[in-house]
């Protein structure tokens, strides 16, 4: 059977089928989301197939942790989805459960924005509005240089991935905590500001 693009409906109807943990379907909607961003960014033509890698990246992980990046190639080559998507989705998982080195623009930004995202949501968590909306760059700069907080956040990938596109920290988180903002309410970040 050929490949085929898969829709936005078809990724989430497929990350719904493997994931039922409200948390990873919502990392899953942030990551989307910021990669959505970055596409617009870097004036990308397929902002879908950005949006789409992103909302998947991780369709493997609740079902098959030991296995996370091999399984989803297993499962996306069932639903003939197109090689290029497959091996951008492997290569998040570079030097910690994949071989394959993110080389597009589009894979050293999943890279780069996937662990970020994380300390992203956990820095939200712990600020007394419990909202994105209000999250500055410096206060994230300060929960980033703190090594026992959010410590399941892998630093160096997230540095490996901002050197790796040539841009400074700063602004990688500042245009993620953007794309972030985009979706506060379906990754339950709204917290209590009013807009």
């Known amino acids: 059977m050929a490949e085929k693009i898969p829709t936005r409906e078809e990724a989430y109807d497929l990350l719904k089928k493997y994931n039922k943990n409200e948390s990873l379907i919502r990392h899953a909607l942030a990551v989307e989301a910021v990669m959505l961003h970055f596409a617009e960014l870097f004036n990308?033509?397929?902002k879908e197939k950005w949006g789409?890698?992103?909302l998947v990246h991780d369709l493997d992980y609740e079902m098959y942790p030991e296995e996370h990046c091999k399984k989803t190639r297993e499962i996306l080559?069932?639903?003939n989805w197109p090689e290029d998507y497959i091996r951008a989705i492997?290569?998040?998982?570079w030097k910690i459960c994949s071989n394959v080195e993110p080389l597009e623009t589009m894979e050293k930004?999943?890279?780069a924005i996937d662990e970020l995202t994380g300390l992203i949501t956990a820095t939200v968590l712990m600020r007394p509005s419990k909202s994105i909306l209000d999250l500055k760059v410096k206060s994230l700069k300060k929960k980033w240089k703190s090594k026992g907080f959010a410590a399941g956040v892998n630093r160096e990938v997230i540095a490996e991935g901002v050197e790796m596109l040539g841009m400074d920290l700063n602004k990688v988180m500042e245009e993620t905590i953007k794309g972030m903002q985009k979706v506060a309410d379906e990754i339950g970040l709204k917290g209590n500001v009013e807009v």
């Open 52 to 54: 789409i890698i992103g």
């Open 77 to 79: 080559i069932k639903e």
């Open 44 to 46: 990308e033509e397929d």
């Open 109 to 111: 930004v999943l890279y």
């Open 90 to 93: 492997e290569s998040h998982g």
